[in-house]
């Protein structure tokens, strides 16, 4: 089987399921005096996974510059939720908390990978994908962890300069980082037209997503952001 195969048999929804019954059923909440070890922990799993992938890409003579920094946006996630788990940094969880559901879902939905990708990185890529999607989540249900009320035009502003700094990047490495200097190779609906113009369309889905992401956990936000701002204190 290829890895096009492995994804046909809905591979990446079982291991998302997987991911989400060990943070709904099996971790830890609020108040555990056992939250503050499986959060260390959980960052330990996010990083020996993320590393797996470039130890992986590099024995295989697949990475690249242009393709394997962590420049994409669940890439920057992962390492942000790794700061936050082992530091309780805040501001590496608020953006976490926006970049990590609304890119990792488009990531599941529509993954981009080649036929010929090495099983284990395609169980890597799922993985990794499911953790930037259910663990900012997880910290938010479960664990206290809360984003600022007026967080709409913050977040919207950091993504684009973001963006901004990434197309500047891309354009001297030849990369495409974020997909801002050119359209992602997948079929998705909001992809139309080329450069610059399928960027629109992005930009109104950011708009709409981040909006309906933040209503829908309007329970899980406080003026300030506050909530469990130290790792895994109750």
Request: aromatic residues 18%; glycine residues 8%; neutral net charge.
């Amino acid at each position: 089987m290829n890895a096009h195969d492995w994804i046909a048999t809905g591979l990446g929804w079982y291991l998302f399921a997987a991911v989400f019954v060990l943070l709904w059923w099996v971790a830890p909440r609020l108040g555990s005096p056992r939250l503050k070890t499986f959060e260390k922990g959980l960052a330990v799993f996010i990083a020996a996974n993320y590393a797996f992938y470039h130890v992986s890409a590099a024995v295989l003579g697949d990475w690249s510059v242009q393709d394997s920094l962590p420049f994409h946006m669940c890439n920057l996630t992962q390492l942000m939720l790794i700061w936050h788990l082992l530091t309780g940094q805040q501001w590496a969880f608020r953006i976490s908390a926006i970049w990590g559901p609304l890119g990792g879902i488009q990531a599941l939905f529509t993954p981009g990978i080649e036929a010929d990708y090495w099983f284990p990185l395609v169980v890597q890529f799922f993985v990794s994908h499911s953790l930037v999607v259910l663990v900012p989540i997880y910290l938010m249900v479960r664990a206290g962890r809360r984003l600022p009320k007026r967080f709409f035009w913050p977040i919207i502003g950091y993504t684009h300069l973001v963006a901004l700094v990434l197309h500047l990047i891309n354009r001297s490495l030849g990369s495409n980082y974020m997909y801002v200097n050119q359209p992602p190779p997948v079929d998705h609906p909001l992809l139309h037209g080329s450069w610059p113009y399928y960027l629109f369309w992005i930009d109104v889905a950011l708009l709409a997503l981040v909006a309906l992401f933040l209503w829908g956990f309007r329970r899980y936000t406080h003026p300030e952001g506050e909530g469990n701002p130290s790792v895994g204190e109750a």
